[in-house]
C-alpha cells in the first residue's frame, strides 16, 4: 500500500470513534484531510466541528460540513489529528503543518485525542523529525540561541523565500539535532520561554489512541 491509501484507511478508521449529534475536534494535514473526505460521508450524523486551521476548515466548509468556533464549545469529546513523530507513550511532535496552536487548543478541549498516522510515523524516542516551534518574530533569534545552547539547530521555516506566518501571524523556528528523552519536562521547560507561543511537543496533551495505518491493516494503539 502506498502512503497516502495508508492515511486513506486511518481516516477511515477514525470515523468510528465519532460521537453522532456531536461536534468533532479537526486537526490539519494530509491525513486529517483524508479523514475530513470520510467526514463528509457522514456528515449529516454529526452537528459539525471544530477545527485546528485555515486549510481544515476551508475543507470542512467546502464538503458542507458547519465549523464551530472554539470559544462555542465547552468540551469535545474526540480530537482527530496526525503527527509527524508519535512514540510509544502516545507522545507526539507537531506542527509539520504550522497549525501546532490551534492544534494544541482544540486538543486541550478535547476529552480524548486520537492521532491518525502511517507507520512512519511511530519511533522509539521524539526528535528525529525537525521540531517546529511558533514564536512571536521579535524573540525569534534568541530562542535559536536558546536551542542552540541545548545542542539543536534551527532555522527559521520559510515559504517563498520569507519567513512563514502561520494563521496566527507569527512564525515558525524548526529545530534539528535535539534528543527529547523527557518530553513532559521538555515541553514544560519550552513553553514557559519569552516568545514562544507553542512548542510542538504535544505530551501534556498527548494522544490516548493512535490509529496506526500499517500494510497488514489498521493497528490500534491505547495509551
Ligand atoms: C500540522 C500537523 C500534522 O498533523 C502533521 O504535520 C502530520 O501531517 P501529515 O498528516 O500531512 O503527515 O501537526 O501542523
Redesign the pocket.
Known amino acids: 500500500m502506498t502512503q497516502d491509501e495508508l492515511?486513506a484507511l486511518v481516516g477511515q478508521a477514525a470515523l468510528k470513534y465519532l460521537v453522532p449529534g456531536e461536534i468533532v475536534g479537526v486537526?490539519?494535514?494530509?491525513?486529517?484531510?483524508?479523514f475530513i473526505d470520510a467526514l463528509a460521508t457522514m456528515k449529516d450524523q454529526i452537528k459539525g466541528a471544530v477545527s485546528?486551521?485555515d486549510a481544515s476548515t476551508l475543507r470542512l466548509k467546502a464538503l458542507g460540513i458547519p465549523v464551530f468556533d472554539s470559544n462555542e464549545v465547552e468540551r469535545l469529546s474526540v480530537y482527530i489529528?496526525?503527527?509527524?513523530e508519535i512514540d510509544h507513550q502516545g507522545h507526539?511532535?507537531?506542527?509539520?503543518?504550522?497549525?501546532?496552536t490551534r492544534?494544541k487548543i482544540v486538543a486541550a478541549q478535547s476529552k480524548q485525542f486520537v492521532?491518525?498516522?502511517?507507520e512512519s510515523?511511530l519511533v522509539d524516542a521524539l526528535g528525529a523529525f525537525p521540531l517546529?516551534v511558533e514564536v512571536i518574530p521579535m524573540a525569534t533569534a534568541r530562542v535559536m540561541r536558546q536551542f542552540e545552547a541545548m545542542g539543536g539547530s534551527a532555522v527559521v521555516r520559510l515559504q517563498d523565500g520569507q519567513p512563514l506566518v502561520t494563521d496566527n501571524g507569527q512564525h515558525i523556528v524548526d529545530v534539528k539535532g535535539l534528543k527529547i528523552t523527557d518530553p513532559v519536562a521538555f515541553e514544560t521547560q519550552v513553553s514557559q520561554w519569552p516568545g514562544v507561543v507553542t512548542v510542538?511537543v504535544f505530551a501534556l496533551q498527548k494522544a490516548q489512541v493512535c490509529l496506526l495505518g500499517t500494510s497488514a491493516g489498521v493497528k490500534t494503539l491505547n495509551f
Not at 486537526?27 to 483524508?34: A, E, R
Not at 492521532?115 to 502511517?118: E, H
Open positions: 492515511k486537526g490539519t494535514g494530509s491525513t486529517v484531510n483524508k485546528s486551521s489529528d496526525g503527527a509527524d507526539m511532535v507537531k506542527g509539520g503543518g504550522a497549525a501546532l492544534e492521532c491518525i498516522a502511517d510515523k517546529p510542538g
